[in-house]
């Protein structure tokens, strides 16, 4: 696979709370465009603790009334393999921290269905629920406004981690990827769709992502061991808000 050029940018603020108020306030510009231009903004979201400061960030009173909630369509990146209510659920903790505080209709939150017993039919049918919304012309893929994505200490995102299946997976748009280092599967969207994003927008915090963050965007392009580096949207936006400790070791700031 080759390196190709992306529109990338990288951000670095200065600590978690700055990070979620940039992204929060991205998160808004986004969907007012998007307001503008189609009267909906589609977009999915990622677990993580860095995540989560965006999501409390946009609950709250100077940001909650500044997105059209009734426009925003919500999927998810990957979810854990457990039940809505689960305390490891990506859906649960975004309920929480977001769902339960704004006026977002039930019919635009698009749940990843990772309680089901078989992982495969889960990431079929959620495979199914994306076509069906955004019922793109043939040939064309799923095109999300905005993807959400946290990153591990080991080059992970969505689900996809390092030296896993999910990576090599070209067809579809949902993977149900077991993880060994887990033992457990995991549902993730893929590298096609997450690359078929206008907006990709990376939520990076904490000394301990800043030598994976180095080896990522200024390390050898190696994505089976760094599957971040393999995010690059084809005919979209890239972009690293990072804060400072994260950013510590990068040549490049
Ligand atoms: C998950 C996430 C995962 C997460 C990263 C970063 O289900 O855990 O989707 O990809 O975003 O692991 O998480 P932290 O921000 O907590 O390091």
Redesign the pocket.
Known sequence: MTKVSVNRKILVVANPDELSRFAADEFVRQAGQKMQAKGIFTVAL??????RGLYTVLAGDQYRERVPWSKVHLFW??E?CVPPDHPDS?YRMIRELLLNKVPIPKKNIHRMPAEQEDPVHAAMEYEQTIWAFFHPNEGELPRFDLIV????EDG????LFPWTSALEETDRLVSANYVEKLNAYRLTLTVPVINQATNVIFLISGESKASVLRDVLEGEYQPQRFPSQIIRPVNGRLLFIVDRMAAGKLARR
């Open positions: 990622s677990g993580g603790s860095t995540p990146s990957d854990r990506n994505l946290g990153m591990g992970h995102t969505a689900s």
